[in-house]
């Protein structure tokens, strides 16, 4: 309930054992820090934020264009660090992310596991975890989504932008490539790729995407086929989510962490702190990441995630539905434009 001083007051004399005016007080602010004091050296929940789109690296993001990386570098540190601490008994992992770079969610993903090994690791799907951001989620103890967290998202998909012909043709602006390697251009904007690399690419995408797989099933204990009825990049809402197998249950932040405690068996009758990570960085810190030469690599990691966000979204939303159940993973090879081309494998 809630109460004017007066009215608290007055309560305190209906009781009827001489408290009112007499008694001793202390001021909320001073009781909450004795608190946080007598709780620090004891048990305690993590609540771990993964946010934005997966890099290798560090994290950080830029404030002029309102975007979050999530690196692999900094992520696994985390991860590492409350795999050995002992004051903490459970992890929640929060996680809004759109996906990334494959390798960065692998290395990612590793920790997680390493982590699961220790202690309890339940996965919070914020408003999306879809791709690289359900990879990291695939082997947590408990996965738990909103009911409208965009989710799923299980494919795999690479490409690049050649503006070789639209510089020469409409700009006017020519190149004449010295290179060593027979790969050496695998991934210069100057060009398509031609057919031997196309089979380079298929192949590595074809493993990538059979590990997805691989991950979803056994952190899932689904069959591999069952796997595959899901993913080829179809984007499920949490509610479709909980239907297909892919998450345990629905429910907030909330929800999660009263998971967490039950999964590291933590008494309804202790009261357990909450620490939530990482750290929000210092105002030098923030100003730090928006210049220097880290900015242009967050920048081409932006939108390669966004072009290929963008790219699964619009065929997901045009050809999702109408999949039939998969009898072989289908590959698709994409021009748009003359420039963005790409291999998707489960699209």
Request: proline residues 5%; hydrophobic residues 45%.
């Amino acid at each position: 309930e809630l109460a004017y001083p007066d009215e608290f007051r007055d309560g305190l004399d209906a009781l009827g054992d001489g408290a009112g005016e007499d008694a001793e007080r202390v001021d909320f602010l001073d009781y909450a820090r004795g608190v946080s004091r007598h709780l620090a050296g004891g048990e305690r929940i993590a609540v771990l934020f993964a946010q934005g789109a997966i890099v290798r690296g560090g994290s950080g993001g830029d404030s002029f264009a309102s975007e979050s990386f999530l690196g692999s570098d900094d992520m696994a540190g985390e991860l590492r660090a409350l795999a050995d601490d002992d004051s903490v008994v459970a992890v929640v992992l929060r996680i809004d992310s759109p996906g990334g770079s494959a390798l960065a969610s692998d290395l990612i993903l590793r920790e997680v596991e390493q982590l699961r090994a220790r202690k309890p690791v339940v996965a919070s799907m914020s408003d999306v975890a879809a791709s690289g951001g359900y990879y990291i989620a695939a082997r947590a103890t408990r996965i738990v989504a909103e009911p409208a967290t965009i989710t799923g998202s299980i494919g795999v998909v690479t490409g690049k932008l050649a503006t070789g012909r639209f510089q020469e043709e409409l700009l006017g602006i020519t190149h004449d490539p010295l290179q060593r390697g027979a790969n050496a251009d695998l991934y210069s904007g100057l060009k398509p790729f031609d057919e031997r690399q196309t089979a380079v690419l298929r192949r590595r995408v074809n493993e990538i995407y059979g590990r997805f797989l691989d991950h979803v099933a056994e952190g899932r204990k689904l069959s591999r086929a069952a796997v595959e009825a899901v993913a080829e990049g179809r984007v499920w809402t949490g509610a479709d989510a909980l239907a297909v197998g892919l998450v345990d249950e629905l429910g907030g932040i909330d929800r999660a962490i009263a998971l967490a405690r039950e999964q590291a068996e933590v008494p309804e009758s202790d009261r357990l702190p909450l620490v939530f990570l990482p750290k929000p960085p210092s105002f030098w810190e923030l100003f730090s990441t928006d210049s220097g030469p880290g900015l242009e690599a967050r920048l081409l990691a932006l939108v390669e995630a966004r072009l290929a966000g963008e790219l699964a979204g619009r065929l997901g939303a045009r050809y999702g539905a109408a999949l039939p159940p998969p009898v072989a993973r289908p590959r698709l090879e994409l021009e748009i434009d003359g420039g963005w081309q790409a291999l998707a494998q489960g699209l």
